[in-house]
């Protein structure tokens, strides 16, 4: 996740970075990919898609809502399936890692102009121990003081607020609309900085006939 992150950081918008989302991307992330004898890849499938079932209603006929089983259950009665499961995660993730590697190591890492290695050197000497330590932290917890962070978020909030005022009153004299715009919206700030971000929704709704009156 960090090395596609590090490759394209606007999935995001378009696909995300699960396992499913990169292991499908045969026209992005996967292409080109040595990926062995049979040149093909299986993505990722989700547990949904595999051990899904339809929850049943309190008359005892299936529901249009899809749950799925405990894992303990499914390791039980499912075992084949599951076992099946779990190595092809582990395929797709070894797949996955040896094609953005070759993506990063094909792209230089350049730091004021002057080419430090490759991008895969980077994510070796920043990214893997960021990623070590996030782990170490989710296992392992991290002792926090509450009355304190209560106090600092306060004044994190007023900050926050006032750091967003001053960029839209600085935006609003370069485009006067710039004053009514949300600053935590990626694509209010491409459209101001870049232009040329299109409205699918807007041209949807022209295409079918519907304008909306401000």
């Known amino acids: 996740m960090h090395m596609a ?16 989302a990169l292991t499908s ?34 008359d005892g006929t299936e529901g249009k809502v899809v749950v799925i089983p405990p894992v303990e259950e499914l ?20 797949k996955l890692y040896e094609r953005l590697q070759c993506k990063l190591w094909n792209r230089e890492w ?12 980077f994510y070796e000497q920043y990214w893997c121990p960021f990623g070590e330590l996030l782990v170490k932290m989710e296992t392992e917890g991290v002792l926090v003081d509450r009355p304190y962070l209560n106090e600092i978020e306060k004044v994190a909030k007023f900050e926050q607020q006032r750091a967003a005022d001053r960029f839209r009153n600085w935006a609003s004299k370069l485009c006067p609309d ?37």
């Open 5 to 20: 992150r590090l490759w394209d950081s606007s999935r995001r918008m378009s696909g995300g970075y699960s396992l499913e």
């Open 25 to 58: 991307d045969s026209k992005g992330i996967m292409s080109g990919a040595n990926l062995g004898p049979n040149k093909e890849l299986i993505g990722k499938v989700s547990m949904k898609n595999i051990f899904g079932r339809k929850k049943l209603k309190k």
């Open 75 to 94: 390791q039980r009665v499912e075992k084949i399936t599951w076992i099946c499961y779990s190595a092809l995660d582990s395929i797709s993730t070894l």
């Open 110 to 121: 350049k730091f004021n102009g002057v080419t430090k290695g490759t991008l895969f050197d």
């Open 178 to 214: 710039a004053k009514f715009m949300n600053v935590g919206s990626d694509t209010q700030l491409r459209q101001l900085f870049f232009g040329g971000t299109y409205n699918r929704a807007a041209i949807f709704l022209g295409k079918m006939g519907v304008f909306i009156v401000h």
